[in-house]
Each structure stands twice: as C-alpha cells, then as structure tokens.
C-alpha cells in the first residue's frame, strides 16, 4: 500500500516505522519526477534532499521547532511533509511557490531564493527563543556546500558559536555543487572530509582490537585515543568548523534516512549550537539527472519524465546571444575576463571559460566580493565582464557604489533576467537594477532591444575603462529584431506617426521597445503624431531625448523596471533641470512585491500591456471620456 497519499503532517512521517521510509522515499522521488516534469521547477536539489527532509521531521517537530533552508529551492519535499502535495500549479498563479512562503504554510519561515542567509536567520530566531524562555524549541537550518561560499554564512557562524547554550543545529547539505560544482577553499575541505571517513573506522578497529591486547594494548589505544583531535585535523580537518567552537558531527550519508535522524537526535540532545555534515547527491535517484554534467537538473522546464528531455526545444534566448558575443570579444581582446558568482553555466560564461579557462573566474556564492576582486582587477589593468542576474546584483550594491564607481573603474556588468522573470516569484523578478544603478555616480546603463542592440552594446561597455558600464536584458527567447528608421544622436527612432492631435513621445527601455512600438502604432490609429524611440543607453539620461522630449506635448516611457527612480523618472528630473515643461509619464513596475505567476499574467496585472498604456495615454492627452 502506498504510504506518500498518508502523508499530511510531520506527525505522520514521526509515526512511520523506520522499515518504511525507503520505501516513502521511493514515492517521494516518483511524485517528484512525475510532477516536476509537467511544469518544471528544481528537480535535482531536492531529488538529494529526500533521505534528509524526512530525517529532519522525525527527529524535530515543525512548526514548534524552525525548518529553514538555505536556499528555499530545496524545500518540495518539506512541502509535501507538511500536507502540501498539490503540485498540478507549481510556480504558477495560484499554485504552490518554488520557495518557501509563509502565505501558505505555519512550517515555511523564510521566503528565501538568495543564498547564504539561513543561518542568520537562524541565529536570530534562536537568539528570541532564548530571551523569551522557549527552551523545548530547537532551530534546525539546512545549508548546501555551495551557500557557504557565500560570506554572510561565515558571519553568521561567528555569532552563532558565541551562543553555546542555544538550540540551533545546522545541517550541512554537502553535494559538491551550487549550480555548478562548487569551488575554492571551502569545497576543498569538504572534499577532503568526504573522502576521510575512514578514519573513524580506523580508531573503532584500534579500540576492538588493541584494548583486548593487555596492558600494552590498552596504553596504545590511549595514546592513539589521546591524539584522535590531531588526525582528526590531519585526516578529517572538521577543525575548521570545531574551531570556530561548534560541535561537529559527521560525515553521515545523506541517502541513510536512519543514520542522519540519529545524528540529528545527537545533534539536537547537546543544547547547543551543533553542525551535521550530511553528504548527498545532487539528482539522486533519476537517471537523466544524475547524467546531467552540467547541473544535475538544478532547475528544468517542462521534460519527458522518462528520457529528462525538453517537451518543447528552447529558443535561441538573451544568455545565448551573450556568450557567443563573450567568446568574440574575448578573441579580440586578451584584457577581457569573465566573473560569475557560482553561475557560470545559467550566465552564459561557459562557453568563455571552456575557450579562455585562465580569464574565467567563478567565485562561489560571493556577489559582493566578486564586485571588488573585479575592481581590483580593473586596477590592474584587465577589464572585467561580472555576469549576475540582475536580482543578485542587490545584494553587491556597496560595492558597485564604493569600489567600483569611486575608483572610476572600468567594470562591465552583464545583468541576465532583468525585469519580469515571473515564475520564481518575489525575490527573482530582476526588477530593482535600474532605481538602484541611477544613484550610481558615472555609471552607463544600457538596455539593449534585440540581438543586434545586445551585441553592440557588450561591445561598446567593455571600451569604457574609466567607469562602470551595465548591460541588462531579461530571461527567455529573443524577440524579432526592430530596426530602427532614423537616428537623433544616438537615440534610435523605431517609427513615426502622423495626425492632427497633441504630439506624444513614445521611449520603450530596451524589451519593452516592442511593445512601445505598438502603443505608438495604436496612438497613430487615434489621430494623434507619436514618435516612438528607444535610447538604448538609458543611464545617464541622454541630452537627445530630453531634446527630442521638448519637441513633443506629452512624453510616455515603458519601462520594465520600478517607477519609483526608474528611467521614466530620472527623464522627468531631467526636463525639468533643462526648463522642459512636458509632462512625463511613467509607466512600469509599481513598488511592491509581487507573486509568481507568469510574465504574460503579470503584464495584464499590471497594466503594462500596450492597450493598456495607450489608453492612459489617450486618457491623459484627450482628457477622460465623457
């Protein structure tokens, strides 16, 4: 009889014989290929995570007890534990997050999808449980070798040891692999822990076999007991984490559903701060997955569930046009380098790092200090190509302002899935870039509309070596190129309208210029002369638009970023330096943050269809309808 339709609660998997999760964990995996297959989604994280998850709600009790994951990718089979096993809308409108999210459950925390942040929350939570006397409740964060790259994690580790009478347990979730395998230091040291457990059993054979020996034997086993913290560091240097004065336990096989809950239940009994070092495999359990080189099926679209193949081949998409174009200049120019933070394959920087492998730098889960190395690299006398998506930039903001910008230096950012990317919700939608980068000093900003404008504007960012330059484009296939008619310095003229009525000046900011192309089509329809244009360059605000703004009675700009300091707003600050008194309309994405649903469903919600803005603008021109 199948135990996974039994499942609605973490009291149901506390309740199972041990002699039946196997089995569960069968079924989980089935559920999870079958599922994920038809809407796609993050397979192969949580394919490892199976053996692990359910050790965790056997050994602790959720909600009392806080589950966080870092990063929230990996929580399908938390969701499905926790009584959520409709999956038939995952990642759609309405349907279960790809993340954690508290809206739909008290077992979810935090809403993360940005990595390194888990034990941080963790440390404050238990930090509360402390002060306000909860003492029977435990903090358990789960953490991949790949977020612990990231410096926020060595942050958090420092303040959390200094908490050794709190009840926190981290559980390492060791897979040799972010996206890509992981790399640097610290995988180093896993990597040596991983393939060391055979020292424990040396000190068991020593213990068997030597106390049986007499007095002689026995003064041996001593000795050799006495310096086990010294091979330890030799062979198995968990020092690194003992050192920072947390208790380790480990290596344990992730796979072992019995052997990770008995090292939880240890973990848990100290009272005190606690790492598990589980060990697991990204994919496990799927064949194609396991197969898969380059990522383990990280995250798939719609596949056949028996060969892992697309349902539907992908287009020809942005990533794609840049590393092609990466490639080439990087041919022509031996300054060139590429830096990702722990992306090289979701970026496009593969292709650079397979034909330039000494100029491609992947540094982990580190966005902050992959900005300054890159600044320090500039200084040197390379020029840098960092390759994020957009969203990640955030969290490097400092640096881009203080190490990069301050220091005029010559650091091209390449920001993929700007703007609208939908279906990964909140946290994913790269829509922060252009508000924030505005505030840049010097900074250049260009929001190409197509394969051609992509390309020239790689080209053209990596000659500039006294500031910083960005080129952002979103996710997907490429659209049809739009060429443009004229040329006003600079300014691309993409169409032109006549009529009789107040004029209007139609700027579409890089993606969004098709769909400013059909507003101006529609204005053109009512009578009204549109000129539609797309700066390409957006920041700092080019003297041709404000130029060509004064020409016209009413500006409209559709961007796919915030309102809020978006280029719409920095075109109307602008105006009004220059004594241009148009009136300029913004229109994009309001200041909220908004739920995973479909870029297409998102562009209806918000109004940013091209019927919608042409009739705010005919509305606004013409005055409301009588």
């Keep these: 009889m199948a135990i996974l339709p039994r499942i609605s609660s973490p009291a149901d998997v506390r309740a199972l014989r041990p002699a039946q999760l196997e089995g569960l964990a069968q079924e989980i995996r089935d559920f999870l290929v079958a599922s994920v297959s038809r809407t796609g989604g993050h397979l192969g994280p949580n394919l490892g995570v199976v053996e692990l998850t359910l050790a965790m709600h056997r050994a602790f009790e959720s909600p009392r007890d806080t589950m966080i994951f870092d990063t929230g990718h990996q929580t399908y089979v938390h969701k499905m534990l926790t009584g959520r096993t409709d999956f038939s809308g995952l990642r759609q409108r309405g349907g279960l997050s790809g993340y954690p999210s508290r809206e739909e459950s008290a077992h979810d925390v935090v809403e993360n999808s940005h990595a390194s942040t888990a034990l941080s929350w963790a440390d404050g939570i238990a930090k509360a449980n402390e002060l306000r006397g909860h003492a029977d409740r435990h903090v358990v964060a789960v953490i991949g070798d790949g977020a612990l790259t990231g410096g926020m994690a060595w942050e958090a580790l420092n303040n959390i040891a200094a908490g050794q009478d709190r009840r926190l347990v981290i559980v390492v979730n060791d897979n040799g692999r972010s996206y890509d395998p992981t790399i640097g230091g610290l995988a180093h040291h896993l990597d040596t822990l991983r393939t060391t457990r055979g020292y424990e059993n040396f000190l068991a054979w020593g213990k068997r076999t030597l106390r049986r020996s007499g007095p002689p034997g026995r003064l041996a086993y001593e000795a050799l007991h006495g310096l086990k913290k010294g091979i330890k560091d030799v062979v198995a240097p968990q020092g690194l984490f003992e050192d920072l004065g947390i208790k380790y336990v480990g290596p344990v096989d992730g796979h072992d559903v019995t052997a990770v809950e008995q090292s939880l239940r240890r973990a848990k009994a100290f009272g005190g701060p606690v790492i598990v070092h589980v060990i697991t495999e990204k994919g496990r359990g799927y064949v194609p997955a396991e197969q898969d080189v380059a990522d383990r099926f990280h995250a798939v679209g719609k596949i056949h569930p028996e060969t892992g193949l697309p349902v539907a081949p992908s287009r020809f998409g942005w990533t794609s046009v840049f590393a092609d174009e990466m490639v080439q200049i990087g041919r022509r120019r031996p300054d060139v380098v590429g830096i990702t933070a722990a992306m090289l394959q979701p970026v496009g920087l593969a292709p650079f790092a397979a034909e330039f492998p000494a100029r491609a730098f992947d540094v982990g889960i580190a966005e902050q200090h992959a900005v300054t190395s890159a600044a320090g690299m500039a200084f040197a006398g390379l020029h840098p190509v960092v390759a994020v998506y957009a969203t990640f930039l955030n969290r490097a903001f400092d640096q881009v302002l203080l190490d990069v910008a301050l220091h005029r230096a010559g650091v091209t950012f390449v920001l993929d899935r700007a703007g609208l990317t939908g279906d990964d919700g909140a946290s994913h939608n790269g829509m922060w870039d252009m508000s924030l980068m505005r505030i840049v000093p010097g900074l250049h900003l260009a929001a190409p509309r197509d394969e051609r404008t992509l390309r020239s504007a790689l080209r053209e960012a990596v000659d500039v070596d006294d500031a910083p330059t960005v080129v952002r484009y979103p996710k997907g296939p490429l659209p049809d190129a739009l060429e443009a008619v004229d040329s006003v310095d600079g300014v691309d ?133 009588v």
């Design 493 to 625: 003229v993409l169409a032109r309208h006549t009529g009789d009525g107040p004029s209007v000046l139609v700027v579409g900011i890089g993606p969004m210029a098709h769909l400013a192309v059909e507003v101006g089509r529609m204005l053109g329809a009512e009578g009204l002369p549109a000129t539609v244009v797309d700066p390409r360059w957006v920041l700092p605000t080019p003297a041709a638009l404000v130029k060509l703004a004064g020409e016209h009675d009413h500006v409209v700009v559709v961007e796919d970023g915030l309102v809020e300091g978006g280029v719409g707003a920095v075109l109307g600050q602008r105006c009004a330096e220059a004594g241009v008194g148009v009136p300029v309309q913004a229109v994009g994405i309001p200041l909220t943050f908004l739920d995973h649903a479909t870029r297409a469903q998102l562009l209806e919600t918000l109004r940013l269809r091209a019927e919608d803005v042409a009739l705010e603008v005919l509305a606004l021109v013409r005055g409301p309808a």
